[in-house]
């Protein structure tokens, strides 16, 4: 059943017509979604005598009605009926009752019987179908009742809102759709192809692209989550066409009649592949980047994945991978949008430790990446490498760059901050980091040592002068009790009373050697002594 406009006279003249729809050649043929009848006269792959009633027009098609039904057209031919069945619920307009034929084998039946259940018709069907807002789907062989309404939540110049609610079995969930759409002009190249003059699209002006995108209950983006086989839609989902994107893809695609493949070569659907990537850089783009919930994460739902059919990798997935890494997308600390190849990405723990002043110094040329920007891999990986460090892999050359700024800047809090991000580590691996062979302890006079190289006095104890240019000291600052024991296990040596004492004699002994080819007899017997 539905509710729409009741059947007029050149409604069933062109489902009685091969070649011919009333949609297809009526004023408004930019508007509606079927051509030829195709949608109709599927219907007899698995019927004998459908029967419609509709605007005060009850009738069929009944191949058993006729004597040698191969020598008949019975599929166009109708058959008027006086009585009203089926019958016309009040709440509807027309009614079509589409009895299964008994030829059909077990095999097709199971198959038609699967995809008219309530659990394998998408929650999305009615995304795109602007005269359709219900649809209840009553399957009697799984006793089961599923209800998916479309609703309008906001409409404004470049965008929709629309909500999907879908309730079964006494539960209910709702789905939140982004919806662009964009109206082109039909090139006369494309028109003047013969499988579009096949088609019957040569005498549209005008077609409409559409894509949507998920959104969470926040509102945010979100990649959809749905089967790789449901995200291209030619007004209902193609299950068969996977597209590659995180978003669903709309446009009057040509397909095989079953609905299950695409016309990969057809001038019209490379034609419409293209504007719907036109569409995303010229309006769905501009768009993320003026909301202040969408434009930290887009480049992240837009960036295609892997996969898809040859004709949307070809059209939308190569030229989109292109657009995203030579366009200014990604968002910055100062709020603009860079290309990602003026980024320097910076590791998420030492975001915070770096100032505007640092970046800058490090980095005049480039932009810094707003703290709360996400993007994918492959457009990180067209931004400069900024400071970062591993306990396998150490510190990078722009993380030892970052260290002598920091050091000449004698920034204590900067130090003390990294090494709390040291002490995270388990002891097991700082006993074995390729850390412990970088210079990343900072000494009293602001000078980077590795590890080993350093030294801290112990409680009570007072470096003498004597020693000072001979060992380096952590600076005073950073030797608080959990600090101490991280670089402790990084090899810092605590010096105690006794080591000062031996490395006073060392150093005595070093100075006498020193002293000695020029000390008179008696002066060397007294040193003896």
């Given at each position: ?46 019927s ?39 019958q ?8 079509f ?24 018709i ?42 999907i ?18 109206i082109?002009s ?33 509102g945010l ?63 769905v ?16 739902v ?8 040859s ?38 723990s ?41 306990s ?35 002891d ?15 000494t ?38 959990g ?17 000062i ?29």
């Amino acid at each position: 059943y539905n509710d729409g406009r009741p059947f007029d006279y050149d409604d069933i003249e062109s489902l009685c017509n091969v070649g011919h729809s009333s949609k297809a050649h009526s004023e408004k043929g930019e508007e509606y979604i079927g051509y030829l009848g195709v949608g109709f006269k599927s219907v007899f792959l698995i019927s004998d005598n459908p029967r419609i009633n509709s605007g005060g027009y009850q009738f069929k098609f009944d191949k058993e009605h006729w004597d040698d039904p191969s020598q008949i057209p019975w599929q166009i031919t109708p058959l008027w009926m006086n009585h009203s069945i089926p019958q016309i619920p009040k709440q509807y307009s027309t009614a079509f009752d589409i009895p299964i034929s008994d030829a059909i084998t077990s095999e097709t039946f199971d198959k038609l019987v699967q995809e008219l259940s309530a659990e394998h018709i998408s929650d999305t069907t009615v995304l795109f179908l602007k005269n359709l807002e219900t649809v209840n789907i009553h399957d009697r062989i799984n006793n089961v009742s599923k209800t998916i309404e479309k609703e309008l939540l906001e409409s404004n110049s470049e965008y929709e809102i629309i909500r999907i609610t879908v309730e079964q079995d006494g539960e209910k969930k709702t789905n939140k759709w982004l919806v662009f759409d964009n109206i082109v002009s039909v090139p006369e190249q494309v028109k003047d192809d013969p499988m579009t003059q096949r088609w019957e699209r040569d005498n549209l002006d005008t077609r409409e692209v559409r894509v949507a995108f998920k959104l969470d209950e926040n509102g945010l983006l979100q990649k959809h989550d749905g089967t790789a086989h449901m995200g291209v839609f030619s007004f209902l989902p193609l299950k068969e066409v996977p597209s590659g994107l995180n978003f669903l893809v709309q446009a009057d695609f040509l397909t095989a009649p079953g609905r299950e493949t695409i016309h990969r070569d057809a001038p019209w659907n490379r034609w419409l592949a293209r504007e719907v990537s036109q569409l995303i850089q010229d309006h769905v783009v501009p768009t993320f980047k003026q909301d202040e919930k969408w434009k930290q994460n887009f480049t992240k739902v837009l960036y295609p994945k892997e996969g898809g059919h040859s004709l949307f990798n070809e059209e939308i997935q190569q030229p989109l991978q292109e657009y995203l890494k030579d366009s200014p997308v990604i968002l910055t600390t100062d709020g603009d949008f860079v290309k990602p190849s003026d980024c320097v990405t910076i590791q998420d723990s030492l975001k915070e430790l770096i100032s505007a002043s640092d970046f800058s110094e490090l980095y005049p040329d480039k932009a810094n990446i707003h703290s709360d920007c996400e993007t994918v891999f492959q457009l990180k990986n067209e931004m400069s490498d900024g400071p970062s460090f591993s306990s396998s892999k150490g510190l990078s050359n722009s993380m030892e760059a970052l260290l002598e700024l920091k050091s000449s800047n004698e920034n204590i809090s900067f130090f003390r901050s990294l090494y709390q991000l040291f002490g995270e580590w388990a002891d097991s691996t700082l006993a074995g980091t390729r850390i412990r062979r970088e210079p990343v302890v900072l000494t009293e006079e602001c000078e980077l040592k590795q590890p080993k190289e350093v030294s801290y006095p112990a409680d009570g104890v007072t470096i003498p002068e004597q020693l000072r240019g001979s060992i380096s000291i952590l600076h005073p600052d950073l030797r608080t009790t959990g600090i101490l024991n991280t670089l402790t296990s990084l090899g810092v040596d605590e010096i105690t009373q006794e080591d000062i004492e031996h490395k006073l004699q060392a150093s005595n002994s070093l100075n006498l050697g020193r002293q000695w080819p020029n000390l008179d007899e008696e002066a060397k017997i007294d040193k003896t002594r």
